[in-house]
């Protein structure tokens, strides 16, 4: 799981899905446990899918910076530092977003969701800036 190298929150942190990942049909969530994992497990995909695409795009940063003269701010430390403050970002927005159900049992549910929702607009946001110009 790479919850803890993104930093995601404490409350994300505390959860156990119930059950291992093949065991998992998310086609029709009834239970409150059942949505709740199947969000963690979204979340998660998304995650996987956010590695791919922030790779590609450090590949493509590389590519710019061979041009550059000496002393210019490389594209790879910009997307590096855009890429740190979007993670506190999503941390902290997904985490006040879980408080609309503070206390109850769709907490780890919203934040999952929540995740799952930024990361995937982070995707696409990656996708572009990997595009060739």
């Known amino acids: 799981m790479t919850l803890v190298l993104l930093g995601w929150?404490?409350?994300?942190?505390?959860q156990d899905p119930g059950q291992e990942e093949g065991e998992r049909d998310c086609s029709d969530p009834v239970s409150q446990a059942e949505m709740t994992d199947c969000a963690f497990l979204?979340?998660?995909?998304?995650d996987a899918a956010l590695n791919a695409a922030y790779a590609e795009a450090l590949d493509r940063a590389r590519a710019r910076d061979a041009a550059l003269a000496e002393g210019e701010v490389t594209s790879e430390e910009m997307l590096r530092k855009a890429q740190r403050a979007w993670i506190a970002f999503r941390d902290a927005a997904c985490a006040a977003e879980s408080t609309t159900r503070r206390g109850g049992t769709m907490q780890s549910q919203v934040l999952y969701t929540c995740i799952a929702r930024l990361t995937r607009s982070r995707n696409e946001d990656?996708?572009?800036f990997s595009a060739e110009y």
């Open 9 to 14: 929150p404490a409350l994300a942190l505390a």
């Open 42 to 46: 979204d979340s998660e995909d998304a």
């Open 126 to 128: 990656l996708h572009i």
